[in-house]
């Protein structure tokens, strides 16, 4: 770990089903600070955030509902059938989150925090562009059979159609490649006490 004040900062990624959120889920439990991108999203998207108002000024009030929250499916309706203004959307969605990570990580006391991630290695060069500092890249892994399987588990119990589920993996980056680009690599495919043993491991490494 670095010996200067500045606190050391990894990005944790996955493919979909991989764990990722469970290895946040331990981190958090062990007392560190992991910031969560899809979090900040959800979170921006609430009433009078500077996301908030920067959506409803370039898209309108006809992104609102009766109590003027922003309505996904209205707002996605509009964009998903305009490439020009789904670029937009994407462009001032991916700004808020790398200013709200970037001013989480310059706030941070600690010596060691997470940035929860899932699209770091599709998104690296705009994410590169815009300054977002971080130190190691752990990546949370399955093999793609496991990936599947546990994605179509997930998918019978929430009721969701398996094959639209399923499709999501083909549209990510190959968990393989994703491997191969990491600084670490956590094995998820055994148990959660096994994970949770690897992470132990791993902390007690970059602690000292």
Known sequence: MNQNNK??????????????????????ELGYTVLDSDQIVHNGYKKDTELYKSLVSIFSQDILDESQNIDRQRLGKIVLSDDEKLSKLNRIVHKYVIDELISGVDNCTDRLVFLDIPL?????????????????????????????KRLMQRAIAENKNVEQTLSIIKKQMPIEEKRRLADRVVNNEGTIEDLRKEIAEILTLIEN
Request: proline share 0%; glycine share 6%; aromatic share 12%.
């Open 7 to 28: 606190v050391y900062v990894i990005v944790i990624t996955g493919g979909i089903a991989s764990g990722k959120t469970e290895v946040s889920k331990y981190l958090r």
């Open 120 to 148: 770091i290695f599709e998104q690296k060069d705009v994410l590169d562009s815009m300054n977002l500092r971080y130190d190691e890249i752990w990546l949370v892994y399955v093999s793609e059979e496991t990936q599947k």
